[in-house]
Each structure stands twice: as C-alpha cells, then as structure tokens.
C-alpha cells in the first residue's frame, strides 16, 4: 500500500513539473540572440542578386566588352586628329616640301617652321575584315551577357543551398532542444526516484551522460551554424548574417520540367563559338587588299609670323600584303585552333547539360521519397519515445531504453528537416539545370529576361 502511494506521488510530482522544463532548459542552454521576424529566402536572394562581388563582377566584364563592341565598331569611320608642329632645321627649307618643285620663286623659306593641322585616315571596308570583327566582338558581348546571367543563377544556387543547410541546422537543434528537454526532465525523475528508492543511481548517471552529450551536440551545431553564416555573409557582401532562421516545414509542390528552355551557360557556349568563327573570318580577309583613303590639311606660318601657307592632300591608298614572316597564316591557324576549343567546348556543355538534368531530376525523385520515409520514421520514433518514457516514470524501464528512443527521436526529427532541405537543394539544383533561379526568388524578385522561367 505504502509502495502505490508512493508511486502515485512519483506520478504527480513529474506531471506537475513538466510545464516548468522550457524555463529549466532555457536557462541551461543559452539560445543565440534572436530578431523580431525570421530571415526569408528571398530577401537572401535578392541581397545575393545586387551585392554579391561575383555577380558585379560579372556585370562589369559584360560592360567592358559592350564597349569593345563600339570599339570594334569604331574602326568603320576612321580617325580625324588635330597636331601643332614646330620645326627647326639648320638650313631653310620649303613649307611641307616632298620634292623640290619645278617653280620655287613664289614659296618662302625658312630654317624656323610652326604649323598645325588635321590628318584624317577612313579604311574602305571593301575585304569585310572589319565588319568580322566586329561580330566577333558582338558574339563575345552576347556571350558575356550571358554568363553574367550564369554567374548570378550560381551566385543564387549558391547562397540558396547555404541558406537550406541553415534550416538543415535549425531543424537539428531543434531536435536536440527537444531531447535535451526530455532528457532533462527524465533526470528530474530519476533524481526523485533515486530519493524513494524506486530508480537505480546507475539510471540517473546514464540520464546525466546522455544530457552531457546532447548539450556537446547542440555546441557542434553552433559551430556549424556560424561557419555557414560566415559563408552566406560573404556571398551576399554583407558583413555578418544574423538573423533567425526557421526549419523547412514542407517541401516543393511540383517537378519543374520544360526540355525546351536553354540556360546561360549553354548560351555563352554558343556565343563563344561564334565569336571563333568571326575571328577565323577577320584572320582570312586580313590577306585581301586593304583599301584606304587618308590625308589632311596644313597651315604652316614660317619665322612665327611671316606669310602662312595653307595646304591639303587626298591620297587613296590600296595595300597588299606580301610578305610577313608567316605572321598572317600563323594567325589564320591560331583563330581555327580556338574554333575548335570553341566547338569542343560548346559539346562538351551539351553533354554536361543532359546528364546534369537527369542527375537532379534523379536526385529531385529520390529527396522527395527520402522525405516521405523519414516523416513516417518520426511517426514510429514519436510513438516509441513516449511508451518509454511512460515506463521509465514507473520505474519499470531502463535508462538505456529511454536514451536510445530519445535519441532515435532526435534523429528522426532532424532526418525529416535535413530531408526537407535536400529536397529544396535538388529542387533549387534542377532549375538551375533549366536556366531558372530558385523558386523562393520568382514571387520577390523580377526574373531577368535573361533567364528561362519554367513552367511547373
């Protein structure tokens, strides 16, 4: 009789002190520093989008070869240059004289000679050399737009992959808060139990080494966290990235799948092969004759203030290579060579492509059946955690027992965050495949026309 009563008081006693574990279990394991709202994925993203010093980057190579664009297409008008020019010659000597001329009597000389002027020089495109480089300079420039697409698509796979391995680690220490509760209020009872006789001290020392390790495991998560945080700050160019961070609650609702969409990447491969094809083009019209007009005007005034002399000349120039050295062929060999890479470059994307898209198609599949199976594992650990915490308050179960389904628990519940997370990496990974940012940014940020949006 005395024995039920007992156990009757134990009962009570541990029903009234649940309530209390939070406040018990705060205070044991001090929780970081939170905001007033969580940290949203998109807001990372578009942080990622306008600040991350890969992305500007990028952007700032695409406008350096806009302007080779203007550059190369600048040679079609010509050049126009204004000089002055003194001149002193230990003999006088006639304004801008070639050869002497038939009749001098009319022209000053002079050994002092100041004079200033225009040259001009317009090439006559009539071999198309120009108009090559020039495509070759624009197919360089589409292909620079879109790898700075590619690079901001990576930069945001990047930082959404970093952010899903935060809610990973949410999802993890909040399973261990919760073991570490259960395990801390198990050792409240083992501590009453030990005092009425009715748990073994062996039980409550096993309960203390489990807690030990629970809380060495919420320090390895900490450390983990902050080397993640470390990392995304770096990405999104900030100085640090506190805030708060919530666990994946639910996992993508469909399979992104259009085989028509073309991303960045494949589309830089493809400009880079026609920027070869315009360099292999320039290389061999650089051995047709080369036509060009040039001249210019010049007023020359003799002893700085003598009579001036206005003269100008028109030539128009054809020019014919003849010889170089083997400079013009090892030129042609040199852009067919980089063709070439070009062509082997553009197959092996397309190769890499496919097999990229059945890969995280695969992965997408296999992420959201690992989620499925690791739900219906937390339904069993649940269920086993709280029958053996119903007979270790009896006494009538081990320690070993409890700590093993607390720990099976914790597992559980950290395996279905970590599927959950998985699940939006493969689904981030896939429409990255298809030339798509992650689908958290479609609703907050405007998707570049760059990019393909797939349609679920």
């Known amino acids: 009789m005395k024995t039920t009563s007992v156990l009757h008081l134990l009962i009570a006693l541990t029903w009234l002190t649940g309530p209390a574990l939070p406040a018990a279990m705060a205070q044991s394991v001090p929780a970081p520093a939170m905001s007033a709202a969580a940290a ?14 890969d992305v500007l980057a ?6 350096q070869t806009q302007a080779q664009v203007g550059q190369a297409r600048a040679a079609w008008f010509g050049k126009l240059d204004a000089y002055a020019l003194s001149q002193h010659f230990n003999d006088p000597r ?10 001098v009597a009319l022209y000053p000389f002079a050994s002092n000679q100041f004079g200033y002027g225009l040259d001009f020089q317009l090439p006559i495109d009539v071999s198309r050399q120009i108009a090559a480089e020039v495509d070759a300079a624009r197919s360089r420039a589409s292909g620079a737009q879109w790898s700075a697409e590619d690079v901001r698509l990576r930069a945001l796979l990047q930082g959404a992959t970093l952010y899903r391995n935060l809610q990973a680690l949410a999802g993890q220490r909040a399973a261990l808060d919760k073991q570490l509760g259960a395990l801390q209020t198990s050792e409240r009872v083992a501590r009453t139990g030990l005092k009425v006789g009715n748990i073994a001290r062996l039980n409550l020392l096993r309960v203390q ?28 160019g900030v100085v640090d990235f506190s805030a708060p961070i919530e666990p994946p609650v639910a996992g993508p609702d469909a399979l992104p799948a259009d085989p028509n969409t073309v991303p960045p990447s494949m589309q830089a491969a493809q400009s880079a092969v026609l920027s070869s094809q315009a360099k292999v083009t320039a290389a061999q019209r650089a051995q047709y004759p080369q036509l060009a007009v040039n001249g210019g005007w010049n007023h ?30 090892s030129a042609i060999d040199a852009a067919q060579a980089a063709q070439n890479e070009a062509h082997q470059r553009l197959q092996g994307a397309q190769d890499s492509l496919r097999a990229t898209r059945e890969g995280a198609a695969a ?42 389904a607390e720990a099976a628990l914790a597992r559980a519940r950290a395996s279905v965050a970590g599927a959950l997370s998985g699940w939006w990496q493969a689904d981030d990974a896939l429409r990255y495949a298809y030339g798509e ?6 609703s907050a940020l405007q998707i570049s026309p760059l990019s393909h949006p797939l349609q679920p």
């Open 209 to 236: 080494a489990a807690v030990a390790e629970v809380q060495a495991s919420i320090a390895n998560v900490q450390g983990q966290e902050r080397r993640l945080r470390a990392q995304l700050a770096a990405l999104m």
């Open 437 to 442: 940012a992650p689908l958290a940014l479609r």
């Open 94 to 103: 006639l304004v801008r004289p070639i050869t002497e001329p038939p009749n």
């Open 58 to 63: 990028a952007q700032a190579a695409q406008r």
């Open 300 to 329: 020359n005034a003799i002893q700085w203030d003598s009579r001036a002399v206005d003269t100008w000349q028109v030539n128009l120039v054809v020019r014919l290579n003849l010889w170089s050295g083997g400079a013009q062929r």
């Open 363 to 404: 992965q997408w599949h296999a992420q959201d059946q690992a989620c499925r199976a690791a739900q219906s594992g937390l339904l069993s650990a649940e269920e086993s955690a709280r029958i053996e915490q119903d007979r270790f308050r009896i006494g009538l179960g081990s320690a070993t027992d409890l700590i093993d």
């Open 40 to 53: 949203d994925l998109a807001q990372v993203l578009q942080t990622i989008a306008t600040r991350s010093p």
